[in-house]
T-cell receptor
Framework: GQSLEQPSEVTAVEGAIVQINCTYQTSGFYGLSWYQQHDGGAPTFLSYNALDGLEETGRFSSFLSRSDSYGYLLLQELQMKDSASYFCAVVSSGGYQKVTFGTGTKLQVIP | DGGITQSPKYLFRKEGQNVTLSCEQNLNHDAMYWYRQDPGQGLRLIYYSQIVNDFQKGDIAEGYSVSREKKESFPLTVTSAQKNPTAFYLC????????????FGPGTRLTVT
């Protein structure tokens, strides 16, 4: 089966940088996605890594190391609106491209 | 604008009643999914469908049923057999080639008392 681990909560200061880690165990690994979810809202896609290395999209970057079964989401120049839950999700084979979500990291940005 | 709609946003039912949650998309996506989210938890897959008239059980399908008669629509029925149905239900869709990027509807919060 698949399992993912990420910290349950992280607090960071506005304007700072924060890294949210995700370790996973899976078979048939395709890649790692990241989603943002504000309280009461729907998850929105942030990034996807299929290959090792860093992918940058504006203030957000995502990193993957397939050999270490590890990835992280890096948020720079934190803004208050970045306060949300962040989920990593493993995409793996299983008859179709199965997506398994982690339990999420609640990020609180403080002034 | 393309997107996914779910209705209603809030739903209240008495224990023992079946209830159907609506999910419609106009993204022309082939695959559609239903997830359940409980407080402080990730998303757990209930059912998914890759094409019309075909669907598969996810990790927690017991007590749920679905249909996929049209490409645009994927309704979920929460039956009285579901032991703990109170949760936030999210519908998602993806293009055929990209399960890694899921588009979500706004969700339906179901409360059963």
């Amino acid at each position: 089966g698949q399992s993912l681990e990420q910290p349950s909560e992280v607090t960071a200061v506005e304007g700072a940088i924060v890294q949210i880690n995700c370790t996973y165990q899976t078979s048939g690994f395709y890649g790692l996605s990241w989603y943002q979810q504000h309280d009461g809202g729907a998850p929105t896609f942030l990034s996807y890594n299929a290959l090792d290395g860093l992918e940058e999209t504006g203030r957000f970057s995502s990193f993957l190391s397939r050999s270490d079964s590890y990835g992280y989401l890096l948020l720079q120049e934190l803004q208050m609106k970045d306060s949300a839950s962040y989920f990593c999700a493993v995409v793996s084979s299983g008859g179709y491209q199965k997506v398994t979500f982690g339990t999420g990291t609640k990020l609180q940005v403080i002034p | 604008d393309g997107g996914i709609t779910q209705s209603p946003k809030y739903l209240f039912r008495k224990e023992g009643q079946n209830v159907t949650l609506s999910c419609e998309q106009n993204l022309n996506h082939d695959a559609m999914y239903w997830y359940r989210q409980d407080p402080g938890q990730g998303l757990r897959l209930i059912y998914y469908s890759q094409i019309v008239n075909d669907f598969q059980k996810g990790d927690i399908a017991e007590g749920y049923s679905v249909s996929r008669e049209k490409k645009e629509s994927f309704p979920l029925t929460v039956t009285s057999a579901q032991k703990n149905p109170t949760a936030f239900y999210l519908c998602a869709s993806t293009a055929a080639s990209g399960a890694y990027e899921q588009y979500f509807g706004p969700g339906t919060r179901l409360t059963v008392t």
